[in-house]
């Protein structure tokens, strides 16, 4: 009887120690549904992009340092253009004149010729041209023969330009843009000076005042004083 007695006591304090680690487990232990102390705590990362990251953002896929410039003409008192051909020979030119007649540069040769390719819509362009008159006018005597080339516009559109701005030099036209892709003359005003032998001796892309214009006019004018 004894004997059963402590069999009966050793599987109830078997049971109660197992009770005892079950309810030790459910309240003491960790909760899973809620974060640790340290997890709470820490802030979360913060990523910052890297520098390769930046630059393929934009639209060009790197970093934009400052715009290029183009590089400066000799002697054009800052004026910028990708390329006047300063010296070299001046690339061909043989347009019709509006009112009748053919401009051929290579005719010219033996003149201080200033080529000038503009449109009737360009504001520089008429500012340009009484500037352009005085000087064709002051200096025709020494040789200067000033002549505007315009490009892809109708005769009848130029005439009346050349008209309302009393235009007394020629002016040709450029009617399907041979003569502006062999010359480059992309940025309209443009202005090229060319020497009794047929050579770029000084460009500059307009639109430009008295001062450059002098400048330009006396590299094909040597031993005469050019004024604004």
Known sequence: MASRLS???GLLAGVVVALA???????VGPDPGRPSASSASAPAAQVSPSASQVASASPSGSAVTGSPSASASAGSGGSETANFHVGQPAPSLVVPQVGGGTIDIAALKGSAVWVNFMQTTCPPCMDEFPLMNSFAARYADQGLVVIAIDI???????????????ATFPLGLDTNGTAQQAWGAYGLPVHYWIDREGDVRDGALGGIGPDIMARGVGTILPGVVVTP
């Open 7 to 9: 069999i009966v006591a």
């Open 21 to 27: 680690l079950i309810a030790g487990f459910v309240f």
């Open 152 to 166: 892809r516009e109708d005769e009848g559109l130029v005439a009346a330009f050349a008209q309302e701005l009393n």
